[in-house]
RNA sequence: AACUCAUGAAGCCUUG
């Protein structure tokens, strides 16, 4: 049973879900009942992997073998449907739970919030609200997850004042507006360029007996950064160590991809320095994002002795770092350098994807060389790798 | 144990 539900877990992780699947085929070839535990992991394997109808399968087997779908198994299903832009697949199942007696399948306060969320996702703001109705008339009040999820929709779609509106509504609600509310408000904000108005949140949440937290920060950087202004996404930086808030390895990340945009390595390496010294590590995604800066001012041997300089810090590259490396190189037409660091990706371990072997594929191209593309496409093949 | 909301990395082929 925990032999078969740690096999079941180990192809989910590793995002084999039909060999998932088999392990249940064995189970009841053994005799023995696959249990709701190995039956929602399977479920959640084909979710994960968008195979809507695979796991619409699962939950088929489920009753089948008189296993009772409980509440969370149809959100895992809601959210999948979702992701996989069938929405209107979920009408069913919430009949199902809803016609339910039992209090453990009926549908609960996360699938009426899931489903926010789907019909945000695609837009559908109104159908997001009506799921607000109908969570109420089955007796379940939205509560802060619901709200911060529309806020969310608003802020996307544009509509700040709106998104403003929804505060006082679940104010009015008696709903205390907490980190994530603003999080979401000041990166709506952000999205729009009206960074004014982000940084004000940050004075307004304080009198609502909300402190700031890093990530609010780290929003309000990324917004500076974007807006290419450099030195207020510094100027965030400080202000936040000086209120109190200690800066982390994605707020220093951030303000160093600013940098490495702007094709200013100098500035983003002293970044990096400056991270240090405030006692933090830098991680593969922080080297990573100065491998960009580096490639980004074509100094391509730089950025692949970062390679050398992450594995003493016993940091393992990954295939961003690579790939961000090896288009250094295809950038420049020396596609012979990027040809060595992606045969030396599979020595450490690091495959290759589909990022990988499109940069290589237009590099040749690039180069003049396509019919170089030979070994890549081989690679492909042979690995199993298609385009994501 | 798995299910909902905010922050950082790869030249990206639904945005000019």
């Known amino acids: 049973h925990d032999q078969y539900m740690e096999l079941?877990?180990?192809?989910?992780?590793?995002?084999?879900?039909?060999?998932?699947?088999?392990?249940?085929?064995?189970?009841e070839d053994d005799g023995a009942l696959p249990r709701a535990v190995c039956l929602n992991a399977v479920l959640n394997g084909w979710c994960e992997a968008g195979r809507m109808d695979e796991a619409l399968g699962?939950?088929?087997?489920?009753?089948?073998?008189?296993?009772?779908?409980?509440?969370?198994?149809?959100n895992t299903l809601i959210k999948g449907l979702g992701k996989?832009?069938?929405?209107?697949?979920?009408?069913?199942?919430?009949?199902?739970?809803?016609?339910s007696d039992n209090a453990k399948v009926r549908p609960n306060l996360r699938t009426f919030n899931t489903l926010i969320?789907?019909?945000?996702?695609?837009?559908?703001v109104d159908e997001a609200r009506r799921v607000l109705g109908m969570m109420r008339g089955?007796?379940?009040?939205?509560?802060?997850?619901?709200?911060?999820?529309?806020?969310?929709?608003?802020?996307?779609?544009?509509?700040?004042?709106?998104?403003?509106?929804?505060v006082t509504e679940m104010e009015n609600a008696y709903l205390r507006p907490n980190e994530r509310t603003y999080g979401v408000l000041v990166k709506s904000y952000c999205e729009h360029?009206?960074?004014?108005?982000?940084?004000?949140?940050?004075?307004w949440m304080r009198t609502k007996g909300v402190a700031p937290n890093v990530t609010i920060y780290n929003t309000i950087i990324q917004g500076f950064v974007q807006k290419r202004q450099m030195i207020s996404a510094k100027r965030v930086l400080e202000k936040m160590e000086g209120g109190g808030v200690q800066p982390d390895v994605a707020s220093?990340?951030?303000?160093?991809?600013?940098?490495?945009?702007?094709?200013?390595?100098?500035?983003?390496r002293k970044v990096l320095e400056g991270m240090k010294e405030a006692g933090i590590a830098p991680d593969v995604e922080a080297y990573s994002v100065l491998a960009k800066a580096y490639?980004?001012?074509?100094?391509?041997?730089?950025?692949?002795?970062?390679?050398?300089?992450?594995?003493?810090?016993?940091?393992?590259?990954?295939?961003?770092?690579?790939?961000?490396?090896?288009?250094?190189?295809?950038?420049?037409?020396?596609?012979?350098?990027?040809?060595?660091?992606?045969?030396?990706?599979?020595?450490?371990?690091?495959?290759?994807?589909?990022?990988?072997?499109?940069?290589?594929?237009?590099g040749f191209s690039e180069a003049k060389e396509p019919w170089k593309t030979e070994e890549i496409l081989s690679h492909m093949e042979a690995s199993g790798q298609l385009p994501d």
């Open 193 to 203: 360029g009206k960074m004014m108005e982000a940084m004000d949140l940050i004075d």
């Open 58 to 74: 699962v939950l088929e087997r489920m009753k089948t073998l008189g296993c009772q779908p409980i509440a969370s198994t149809y």
């Open 8 to 27: 079941i877990n180990g192809y989910v992780e590793r995002k084999q879900p039909a060999d998932a699947e088999l392990v249940l085929d064995e189970m």
């Open 252 to 268: 220093f990340s951030t303000l160093m991809n600013g940098w490495a945009v702007a094709g200013d390595a100098e500035e983003a």
């Open 117 to 124: 969320n789907g019909w945000c996702e695609v837009g559908k």
């Open 295 to 362: 490639s980004r001012s074509a100094r391509c041997e730089d950025a692949e002795v970062l390679l050398a300089e992450m594995t003493e810090q016993t940091l393992e590259p990954n295939v961003v770092t690579y790939t961000t490396i090896l288009s250094c190189y295809c950038s420049r037409g020396q596609m012979e350098a990027a040809m060595r660091l992606f045969r030396g990706m599979d020595e450490v371990g690091v495959p290759p994807n589909g990022y990988t072997y499109r940069t290589l594929v237009w």
């Open 138 to 166: 089955s007796g379940i009040d939205p509560d802060v997850v619901s709200y911060n999820t529309l806020i969310k929709a608003y802020g996307k779609a544009g509509q700040l004042e709106r998104a403003e509106s929804i």
């Open 84 to 99: 996989a832009g069938r929405l209107a697949d979920t009408t069913v199942l919430l009949k199902a739970m809803l016609a």
